[in-house]
């Protein structure tokens, strides 16, 4: 089993910055490849960004490359999503994921969720 509790969500206006954090706990953090994904007030969750388990493959939705970036540390068992020039409609529920298989877009493949943290942009 793997717990995850992410953090580091807020409000804030178009065009800032915030990190958001991920503490893994329970069995080999870094055997995962770990994934965020999102979900607006109705919605369906979407993909944003994953990362494999060495940290040398990433992924990321069309709407956040360039802004968003995905990075681990495996001694801490902790991702993170540095995102900066925050818009409106980044404005969404933040889940991080845990995938015991290949780095994917695909939630269904992830195994383990986080309770999320909510992140709103005002313009």
């Known amino acids: 089993q793997v717990q995850l509790v992410e953090s580091g969500g807020g409000l804030v206006q178009a065009g800032a910055s915030l990190r958001l954090s991920c503490v893994a706990s329970g069995r080999t953090f870094s055997s995962y490849a770990m994934g965020w994904f999102r979900q607006a007030p109705g919605k369906e969750r979407e993909f944003v960004a994953a990362?494999?388990?060495?940290?040398?493959?990433?992924l990321y939705a069309d709407s956040v490359k360039g802004r968003f970036t995905i990075s681990r540390d495996n001694t801490k068992n902790t991702v993170y999503l540095q995102m900066n020039s925050l818009k409106p409609e980044d404005t969404a529920i933040y889940y991080c994921a845990a995938d015991l298989g290949l780095v994917t877009m695909n939630l269904v493949e992830y195994d383990y969720w986080g309770q999320g943290t909510q992140v709103t942009v005002f313009s």
């Open positions: 990362l494999s388990w060495s940290g040398s493959k990433t």
